[in-house]
């Protein structure tokens, strides 16, 4: 009888602990801080109302079919999230450099996303509600960050198995890429001001030379954050196999600007091998590549525009 008695209070002692469990008020993550270290961070579980200054979390909110709990969001022109802006009853809070603190305060969230671009303001929006600062890391790769990003914020909502299947056939379209990419140089860069930056990989775009596969020339080089001013002399000299370029100006919509295509295609360029065989690759969707990059759709956008250079030939 009495292990009985101790069989049943151990059994009820177990439900409550599955419904304490079940109705938990936070959770923690692993995020960073305002100095972007990894930091324990206590958040609230599953919460309604989501202040979003970041794409790639977004993105993941979308992916997620959690985009009716956002109330305010940044400005963004990317097709597949400019919706955001355009939704009753979701707040315009800035841009994903500069927020409108008055406006996150506003609409009253009960978390935030941001990104790199708004750590200087980590602090401010913590008096508001607790700040998730996510962002990729070139050493994890773009495609582990992004697998990484999101899920730890579907661990807020409860959902880590409903993201999985998101990154069916990642790798293995990866792979397809790398094949075309095997034993061939590349320069990786950026327009920008009608200039041409090369980019190392160790920032915007590293995933065509650290997880595609291109010896990127530009490789040994520490990437400012906006890439480093080169001579379109020296991608003569090197005549790399391809050259890849996101349209800076483009992404961010800059009024009047040159097309990358246009500043590209001058007598240096078009005597370089990459050139002469097709391989100036203009990024179809420059937008997602500058500023979303971490975000589900957006890795799938980003595979999408290499796809369409590199397999389709």
């Not at 100095?35 to 979308?62: C, H, K, M, N």
């Not at 607790?130 to 899920?151: C, F, H, N, Q, W």
């Not at 020339?217 to 001013?229: I, Q, R």
């Not at 100006?249 to 097309?259: V, Y």
Request: negative net charge; aromatic residues 6%; charged residues 20%.
């Amino acid at each position: 009888m009495k292990k009985l008695i101790s069989l049943l209070l151990a059994l009820v002692a177990l439900m409550a602990m599955t419904v304490v469990s079940a109705g938990a008020e936070t959770v923690t993550i692993t995020a960073l801080n305002a100095s972007a270290e990894e930091v324990e961070l206590e958040v609230p579980y599953d919460p309604q109302r989501i202040a979003i200054l970041d794409f790639a979390a977004l993105d993941a909110i979308d992916n997620l079919g959690l985009g009716d709990r956002v109330v305010g969001c940044a400005s963004t022109t990317i097709d597949y999230l400019k919706s955001y802006n355009e939704r009753e009853g979701v707040e315009l809070l800035g841009t994903i450099k500069e927020a409108d603190l008055e406006a996150v305060m506003a609409c009253e969230p009960d978390i935030i996303f941001i990104g790199g671009r708004l750590s200087k303001s980590y602090d401010a929006l913590n008096e508001i509600a607790p700040v998730v600062y996510l962002a990729t890391d070139t050493e994890l790769g773009v495609v582990e960050s992004t697998r990484k990003i999101a899920t730890t914020i579907a661990s807020i909502f409860g959902k880590e198995e409903e993201i999985v299947a998101r990154f069916d056939g990642f790798d293995e379209r990866i792979a397809a890429l790398g094949a075309v990419a095997e034993g061939k140089t590349a320069f990786v860069g950026m327009c920008t001001s009608g200039s041409f930056n090369t980019l190392g990989n160790d920032g915007r775009c590293s995933i065509i030379g650290r997880e595609i596969g291109f010896e990127n020339l530009a490789a040994g080089d520490v990437t400012s954050t906006h890439g480093n001013e080169t001579s379109f002399e020296l991608i003569a000299q090197l005549n790399p196999d391809y050259i890849f370029v996101m349209d800076r100006d483009a992404a961010i919509a800059t009024s009047g600007a040159q097309l990358a295509q246009e500043i590209m295609e001058n007598e240096l360029v078009m005597g370089s091998d990459a050139y002469k065989n097709g391989h100036l690759v203009i990024l179809e969707h420059p937008a997602v590549w500058y500023t979303a990059e971490g975000g589900v759709t957006a890795l799938d956008t980003m595979l999408s525009d290499l796809e369409t250079a590199l397999l389709a030939e």
